[in-house]
């Protein structure tokens, strides 16, 4: 059963930054895409930022520029960098993994961004 850990989220002041960290478990090196996902209050889930097994990234227009997802296949290990950040970026942050038949979820980490 993989499980996804993420850690790193915390309280900051805007235009602080924040590392992310989501560390996969039993995916016996079953290198896939991965991405980090956020839900704020009351709001959907969305993608922030995604990466494949190659290394080519995607993100969400909100954050291009302010965040940067990198992975270590060694440590089975994603990251999100966030700098400049917003108050709305403020949400519960997540790890996503596939699967082969749903998509793995991590039990999520807060990020709190204050004005």
């Known amino acids: 059963q993989v499980q996804l850990v993420e850690s790193g989220g915390g309280l900051v002041q805007a235009g602080g930054s924040l590392r992310l960290s989501c560390a996969a478990s039993?995916?016996?090196?079953?290198?896939?895409?991965m991405g980090w996902y956020r839900q704020a209050p009351g709001k959907q889930r969305e993608l922030v930022a995604r990466?494949?097994?190659?290394?080519?990234?995607t993100y969400a227009d909100s954050v291009k520029g302010r965040f940067t997802i990198s992975r270590e296949n060694a440590k089975n290990t994603v990251y999100l960098q966030m700098n400049s950040l917003k108050p709305e970026d403020t949400a519960v942050y997540y790890c996503?993994?596939?699967?082969?038949?749903?998509?793995?979820w991590g039990r999520g980490t807060q990020v709190t961004v204050s004005s």
């Open positions: 039993d995916i016996n090196n079953r290198i896939k895409p």
């Open positions: 990466i494949t097994s190659d290394g080519s990234t």
């Open positions: 996503n993994y596939p699967g082969p038949i749903s998509d793995y």
